[in-house]
């Protein structure tokens, strides 16, 4: 494992370069060596989640707990010696360095951040992330001060499992959950565990019933698949054979605990899957990005130059036109050869400095009506670039991968100096080769 993220960090440093020309953010711009696994708790307010937190540590409790909200940031826990509570800016450098890019959400982010260190088992082999609740405002308009939905994205890239929970009381999903669920754990499925959490406290069958299927029908809704991702319906605390509100049997519900507590029993190998899931994604994504800003590049490119050799060739005539009409003119009127040739030299240069002046502003609005034409095109872009690909079957994986780079991308296009590096082409090939290559570092 230690060699496998070695080899994944030196990757990263060596094309780190090549993605800041691009303007590509790696998912993890590093990999901490003999890292330890990130689990993080994501849910609807008052849903368990710092309870389930507290029950996997152990007494005595971490995380404050209660039917009000009790949090509205995000507090990392990781092991020490002695116990320690940082927060604010402070708190990042507490981190491994692949937490580094957190530091982008600015300062209110921060003041949101907290660290806590604990001397518990499960710590040594792991790292828990627990994050405020999701909640509607009661108009609708309230917003946090800082990008929690980008937080929330970039936190579940670096995890390595991501559970999220629901509770019987509150099965349905809030605004926040449905925009999480949409935009910022798309592609990285096969981390989420969804929990059915306190499921201990259903009075009966028929009442576990209308909650399990009210959940699957609001998750439904928010996935837009045939396919819903398995449920485990779980609860905190000390096992029991019957439901506290009825007797009701909780045997099913303590295999689905047994099933969730095993994902921390060997959660090394999901780290190695997920260091391994992030690194293809982003060699492919920034291989894909190079192939189109390199795309539109070149094309404007091209119209520049045919605008210069036009304009010369303008501005060469036009000079001369003007140099020729103005000695023609002042001979016929009779003035003397050397101040013909003066007035003649004058109306020249002047005529071809206003043409000059004239092509270097059409060459800029050439280019930025070209540039404009390129972004408002970039899926046609796309589609000539991997015309090859495309036609030969499927491409679910180009499309996906696209989707993700896709807005950004025609950002970039758009408004980003644009050019092309010195062996682009050998670059994007080294890295394409990089990607393919990964699956045999994973199995090292």
Same mark, same amino acid.
């Given at each position: 494992?230690?060699?496998?993220?070695?080899?994944?960090?030196?990757?990263?440093?060596?094309?780190?370069?090549?993605?800041?020309?691009?303007?590509?953010?790696?998912?993890?711009?590093?990999?901490?060596?003999?890292?330890?696994?990130?689990?993080?708790?994501?849910?609807?307010?008052?849903?368990?989640?710092?309870?389930?937190?507290?029950?996997?540590?152990?007494?005595?409790?971490?995380?404050?707990?209660?039917?009000?909200?009790?949090?509205?940031?995000?507090?990392?826990?990781?092991?020490?010696?002695?116990?320690?509570?940082?927060?604010?800016?402070?708190?990042?450098?507490?981190?491994?360095?692949?937490?580094?890019?957190?530091?982008?959400?600015?300062?209110?982010?921060?003041?949101?951040?907290?660290?806590?260190?604990?001397?518990?088992?499960?710590?040594?082999?792991?790292?828990?992330?627990?994050?405020?609740?999701?909640?509607?405002?009661?108009?609708?308009?309230?917003?946090?001060?800082?990008?929690?939905?980008?937080?929330?994205?970039?936190?579940?890239?670096?995890?390595?499992?991501?559970?999220?929970?629901?509770?019987?009381?509150?099965?349905?999903?809030?605004?926040?959950?449905?925009?999480?669920?949409?935009?910022?754990?798309?592609?990285?499925?096969?981390?989420?565990?969804?929990?059915?959490?306190?499921?201990?406290?259903?009075?009966?069958?028929?009442?576990?019933?209308?909650?399990?299927?009210?959940?699957?029908?609001?998750? &439904?809704?928010?996935?837009?698949?045939?396919? !819903?991702?398995? #449920?485990?319906?779980?609860?905190?605390? @000390?096992?029991? *054979? =019957? $439901?506290?509100?009825?007797?009701?049997?909780?045997?099913?519900?303590?295999?689905?605990?047994?099933?969730?507590?095993?994902?921390?029993?060997?959660?090394?190998?999901?780290?190695?899957?997920?260091?391994?899931?992030?690194?293809?994604?982003?060699?492919?994504?920034?291989?894909?990005?190079?192939?189109?800003?390199?795309?539109?590049?070149?094309?404007?490119?091209?119209?520049?130059?045919?605008?210069?050799?036009?304009?010369?060739?303008?501005?060469?005539?036009?000079?001369?036109?003007?140099?020729?009409?103005?000695?023609?003119?002042?001979?016929?009127?009779?003035?003397?050869? &050397?101040?013909?040739?003066?007035?003649?030299? !004058?109306?020249? #240069?002047?005529?071809?400095?206003?043409? @000059?002046?004239? *092509? =270097? $502003?059409?060459?800029?609005?050439?280019?930025?009506?070209?540039?404009?034409?390129?972004?408002?095109?970039?899926?046609?872009?796309?589609?000539?670039?991997?015309?090859?690909?495309?036609?030969?079957?499927?491409?679910?994986?180009?499309?996906?991968?696209?989707?993700?780079?896709?807005?950004?991308?025609?950002?970039?296009?758009?408004?980003?100096?644009?050019?092309?590096?010195?062996?682009?082409?050998?670059?994007?090939?080294?890295?394409?080769?990089?990607?393919?290559?990964?699956?045999?570092?994973?199995?090292?």
């Amino acid at each position: 494992m230690k060699n496998f993220e070695k080899t994944i960090d030196g990757v990263y440093r060596r094309f780190a370069p090549v993605a800041k020309r691009y303007y590509y953010t790696f998912t993890r711009p590093s990999v901490t060596v003999d890292g330890k696994p990130t689990m993080l708790f994501l849910g609807n307010h008052s849903s368990g989640k710092s309870s389930l937190v507290n029950w996997l540590l152990g007494e005595p409790a971490v995380q404050d707990t209660g039917v009000a909200p009790t949090d509205d940031g995000f507090t990392v826990i990781v092991h020490g010696d002695r116990d320690e509570d940082v927060f604010g800016p402070a708190a990042i450098a507490r981190l491994p360095g692949e937490f580094r890019v957190l530091e982008s959400f600015g300062p209110s982010f921060l003041q949101h951040l907290r660290v806590k260190t604990r001397n518990r088992d499960l710590l040594k082999n792991a790292t828990l992330v627990d994050s405020p609740g999701m909640i509607d405002s009661a108009e609708g308009t309230a917003t946090r001060d800082y990008d929690f939905e980008g937080a929330v994205k970039r936190f579940a890239e670096l995890s390595d499992m991501v559970f999220f929970l629901f509770d019987p009381d509150k099965p349905g999903t809030t605004g926040e959950t449905v925009n999480v669920f949409a935009k910022c754990l798309r592609g990285i499925e096969f981390k989420l565990r969804v929990l059915l959490n306190k499921c201990d406290a259903f009075t009966g069958l028929y009442d576990f019933a209308r909650t399990y299927g009210t959940l699957c029908w609001n998750l &439904s809704r928010v996935l837009r698949t045939k396919d !819903l991702p398995k #449920i485990l319906t779980i609860y905190s605390g @000390a096992e029991k *054979t =019957v $439901a506290d509100g009825g007797d009701m049997s909780l045997a099913d519900f303590n295999r689905h605990r047994s099933e969730f507590l095993a994902i921390f029993d060997a959660p090394a190998s999901r780290r190695k899957d997920s260091v391994y899931a992030a690194a293809y994604t982003d060699f492919a994504g920034l291989s894909m990005r190079m192939r189109i800003v390199n795309r539109a590049a070149r094309a404007i490119r091209r119209r520049k130059l045919l605008t210069f050799l036009f304009g010369c060739a303008a501005t060469a005539l036009i000079g001369l036109g003007a140099f020729l009409s103005a000695s023609g003119a002042m001979r016929a009127h009779g003035f003397g050869p &050397s101040l013909a040739g003066a007035v003649s030299w !004058l109306a020249g #240069i002047s005529a071809t400095v206003l043409t @000059a002046g004239f *092509t =270097v $502003a059409c060459s800029r609005m050439f280019a930025r009506a070209q540039r404009k034409a390129l972004a408002d095109d970039i899926d046609g872009m796309f589609a000539s670039e991997y015309r090859n690909q495309t036609a030969v079957g499927s491409f679910d994986d180009l499309r996906q991968r696209w989707s993700g780079i896709r807005d950004e991308t025609r950002e970039i296009i758009a408004h980003a100096p644009l050019s092309i590096p010195l062996f682009a082409t050998k670059k994007r090939k080294a890295l394409d080769a990089v990607a393919s290559d990964l699956l045999k570092l994973l199995d090292k």
